[in-house]
């Protein structure tokens, strides 16, 4: 599906959203001692949650604005 | 085949056209059309469209990017202050850091121990198993293919927490055996799952 992320964090969708970040969201609890793994897992789903309504509102440039921008 | 407005865009933008992100966006059939639809005919709703899925285009990458460093850093952030926090809480009030090491001590004797009295039995059977850690069925059904030697060490290392040092006292086995089999354990059970796939 195109934009997928995208449309997950339109959707509010967080669930979804931890699914599709499972493998890099694991990868990252190697930094911790297997005890801690969990509680890790945990806080990282509620910083994803505390940041959902500031992804949302992130504004990007559109096509014209991203090439006339940059162009000197 | 290009037409001349498409070949004059290419020429002014040339830069810009290179760049990672506009090849990607233009890999995609759809956003290929309504790109050559918009410079070819240039009429306000196809440059709209245009934008349009630009915008979309770029904000999903920025989400991904972001989501994945929110990730990353706060995974550091995260073992820096559990470190931070045993460092000042330990030793608790009252309780010497001489009295913690010697409660670990006090466990591995325990573990040492070839005297069969109650306490020690009752100990080894509220001790549980490595396998019941492991919540991947996938990988616990491979556990058996590892020697009781090797779940032995599993279990001190994951679950104990003890060093090789601690581990070798305990099994009354040298240092450089409980690393390699530790290693050897690892690597069985990775190879195992590769397999598989």
New interface residues.
Partial sequence: M?????YE?ENQDLER?LEI?RP??KK??I??????RE??EQ??SM??LE?LSY?QE?R????????EH??D | MMTVREEEFFK??D??MK?PIMKEFLK?G?NQRIFNK?INDMDKES?EQ???????????I???S???K???F???E??KK?RNYYKKNLPIPGVTEKSITQEKHLLMDLLMSTDEDTTFINFQLKQKNISDYIANAHLNSKMKLLSNKQLRILELI??H?FNNKQIAKILNDSEQTISYNHQAALKKLRNACKQEK
Avoid: C, G, W
């Avoid at chain 2, 245009?50 to 999903?60: E, H, I, Q």
């Fill in positions: 195109e934009n997928q992320i995208l964090v959203l970040f890099a969201i990252s609890l930094n911790t001692r297997m005890q801690e509680d890790l806080e990282i910083k994803i940041k992804l992130i990007t440039p559109d096509f014209f604005e991203f090439i940059h162009v | 002014k933008y830069a810009m760049q995609s759809d918009a440059i245009l934008n349009a899925s630009f915008r979309r285009y770029y904000k999903n920025i989400l991904i972001y989501i994945s929110t990730i990353h706060s995974a550091i995260f073992d559990l994951y679950i927490n």
